[in-house]
């Protein structure tokens, strides 16, 4: 969830993945097909591939409480990464202007139910991330299988995750999943020999400053856990594993 210029969905690709990716801006969709090789690559197989599944699907939705609604999305002409659902977000980060434009709304729990169950779900939905969630209990209550893996950018939600059945976990620096095997030299990220990028497996926590998973606990009582860090906010990532 958040295609947005699609370096995250290049990575999964590359790492021989399907994928199913949700953007609300269509603008930001058409601008990304271009930008990466393996997309390239993946839009074309797609069209010509009838009746068989393709490896990438983008779909032009909003992540929403309901299905088969429409909602307003604003977009940001500056910053096209901090678009969202939320009206507050032209008044409070409107520089370079802000359209709106009227997408059609789906629930995470249904993206799961009409394409399967996926490996890894990321969500980075600009302040809809518990939103998607919440609906993924719907799921959880009709015994549908969840992902094994999660990345939020809402570092927050750690408790909805757990009641989830999630048990190890990582708070990682926040920044796209495939950046999480370079070093920005500030004390919180470590290199993975990883040169495509790494996965949730692969990143390394702040926690422990290893790949290890670590208990909620862990990750609770962390000096840099707290959700409202707007300046360089963590990640969390969950795992539906044992600990060991």
């Known amino acids: 969830m958040g295609y947005h210029e699609g370096r995250d969905t290049a990575l999964f690709l590359r790492k021989g993945m399907r994928v199913r990716s949700v953007e609300a ?10 930008r990466h090789p393996a997309i390239r690559a993946a839009l074309r197989e797609s069209s010509r591939s009838e009746g068989v599944a393709s490896r990438l699907q983008v779909l032009n939705v909003a992540i929403s409480n309901s299905s088969g609604d429409s909602i307003t999305f604003y977009a940001l002409r ?16 409107n520089g370079g202007g802000c359209i709106t434009k009227t997408v059609p709304t789906v629930t995470c729990a249904d993206l799961v139910r009409t394409h399967g169950t996926p490996i890894l ?31 939020i950018e809402d570092n927050g939600a750690l408790d909805l995750l757990v009641s989830l059945g999630y048990t190890g976990f990582k708070l990682v620096a926040g920044r796209e999943i495939n950046e999480c095997d ?18 949730p497996w692969e990143c390394v926590d702040i926690v422990t400053g290893t790949t290890r998973w670590v208990s909620a606990a862990a990750v609770r009582s962390h000096e840099l856990f707290n959700h409202a860090v707007v300046d360089k906010p963590n990640d969390l990532y969950a795992a539906r594993l044992s600990l060991s």
């Open 25 to 34: 801006d269509v603008d930001t969709i058409a601008s990304t097909a271009t």
């Open 78 to 93: 500056n910053a096209p990464q901090l678009s969202s659902i939320h009206a507050s977000t032209c008044a409070a980060r």
């Open 121 to 151: 779900l990321k969500i980075d939905i600009e302040g809809a991330d518990r939103l998607c969630l919440k609906s993924l209990l719907e799921l959880q209550a009709a015994g549908v299988p969840l992902p094994t893996y999660i990345a």
């Open 182 to 199: 370079s070093d920005d030299h500030d004390g919180r990220h470590s290199i993975v020999p990883n040169s495509l990028g790494g996965m």
